[in-house]
């Protein structure tokens, strides 16, 4: 028994050599770790006070839409645009949030938007959009990053 003990040990300290895996290297873990995140999704989208204690991503995301799009009709309300142009009741919005919190607003024109005058629009709503209230940028894996997203802001005719 001694010796059968002796040669199972034996075995056991050789065969450990069998169960070596080669370690991949440094760049070929990053590569692997680089393939595998998805750069078209945040964990986390931008965010405004209001909406930071609701807990679902979801829920989040549209609350911190609603916000915005509220927020940019409200500034944009107070000003001529549904009078010089009735015909334009919708404008749609890239806004940018920069890893620093900051914001930036550009109008998206249609292809006919020969029709109106871009620049014009463009000035207005560029001192309008101002004064926001603090947006959290978006985090991907812990980091803050930037993120563009285009809302459809509707024009209310004044009466």
């Given at each position: 028994?001694?010796h059968?003990?002796l040669?199972?040990?034996?075995?056991?300290?050789?065969?450990?050599q069998?169960?070596?895996k080669?370690?991949?290297?440094e760049?070929?873990?990053?590569?692997?770790?680089?393939?595998?995140?998805?750069?078209?999704e945040?964990?986390e989208?931008?965010?405004?006070?209001?909406?930071?204690?609701?807990?679902n991503?979801?829920?989040?995301?549209?609350?911190?839409?609603?916000?915005?799009?509220?927020?940019?009709?409200?500034?944009?309300?107070?000003?001529?645009?549904?009078?010089l142009?009735?015909?334009l009741?919708?404008?749609?919005?890239?806004?940018?949030?920069?890893?620093?919190?900051t914001?930036?607003?550009?109008?998206?024109?249609?292809?006919?938007?020969?029709?109106?005058?871009?620049?014009?629009?463009?000035?207005?709503l560029?001192?309008?959009?101002?004064?926001?209230?603090?947006?959290?940028?978006?985090?991907?894996?812990?980091?803050?990053?930037?993120?563009?997203?285009?809302?459809?802001?509707?024009?209310?005719?004044k009466?």
């Open positions: 028994m001694k059968f003990s040669f199972l040990a034996f075995l056991l300290f050789n065969s450990c069998y169960f070596e080669q370690v991949p290297s760049k070929e873990l990053l590569q692997k770790e680089l393939k595998s995140i998805n750069w078209k945040v964990d989208y931008p965010s405004v006070v209001d909406c930071e204690k609701i807990g991503k979801q829920k989040r995301r549209e609350c911190f839409f609603e916000i915005m799009a509220q927020l940019i009709q409200e500034k944009l309300d107070i000003d001529s645009l549904s009078i142009y009735p015909e009741d919708t404008i749609q919005v890239k806004v940018t949030v920069f890893p620093d919190a914001m930036k607003f550009e109008p998206q024109f249609s292809k006919d938007s020969v029709a109106y005058d871009t620049i014009k629009i463009d000035s207005i560029h001192a309008r959009l101002v004064d926001f209230p603090k947006v959290n940028p978006a985090i991907k894996r812990g980091i803050p990053v930037k993120t563009q997203f285009i809302l459809p802001v509707i024009l209310k005719a009466e």
